[in-house]
């Protein structure tokens, strides 16, 4: 049995995937707050596409989250829940910086967008939530200390003290991974 395919519905589906690609693009050259014009001329197609896929911004950014949102959980999957304690404090540092390194225009752009976006506000306080909770997964000595070191351990490990160390500090991300793993090991030993 023959299946016709709609060539209509294969040209959407190919321009929404456009539209998403040109909005990574345009963040990964640091233009963390794209208008649907830009957007638009980054996908090679017309405005009036762009709105007949995404009649306003916040859906783009709830479809753009859809898609990257498995890539960037995965990368923080990685994180050690056997060993030693300070194996998994290495472990959980290394996997922590590497991910931060790789989402650094993502999550700039998530930074961006914050105050403008309820979609992307109500996703970054989802993520930061499950980071928590992950790293309590790997490290369950957090539970056992006392509030405030439990809130230094979740700064710490924080995407934003690595941008300060490394984008402020000027600081390698091998020696941003020194600097937390040493204050995480202070922290929890």
Known sequence: MEVKVDGRALRSVRSRQQIIDAMLALMEREIYIPTAQQVADEAGISIRTVFRHFTEME???????SQVR???LALFD????????????TGSVRCRMEAFAQLIQLQRATWSLL???QVISDVYASNVRKMR?????????ILQLPADKREAVDAIMSFEFYERLSRHQKLSDKACG????????DLLT
């Not at 859906?59 to 989250?65: I, K, T, V």
């Not at 909770?133 to 000595?141: F, H, R, S």
């Not at 600097?179 to 090991?185: A, F, I, N, T, Y």
């Open 59 to 65: 859906l783009l950014y709830a479809e753009l989250n």
């Open 70 to 72: 498995p890539v960037y």
């Open 78 to 89: 990685k994180m050690p829940k056997d060993g030693t304690l300070e194996e998994r404090i």
């Open 115 to 117: 105050w403008r976006s």
């Open 133 to 141: 909770k992950n790293l309590e997964k790997c490290l369950p000595e």
């Open 178 to 185: 020194k600097v937390v793993e040493g204050l995480l090991k």
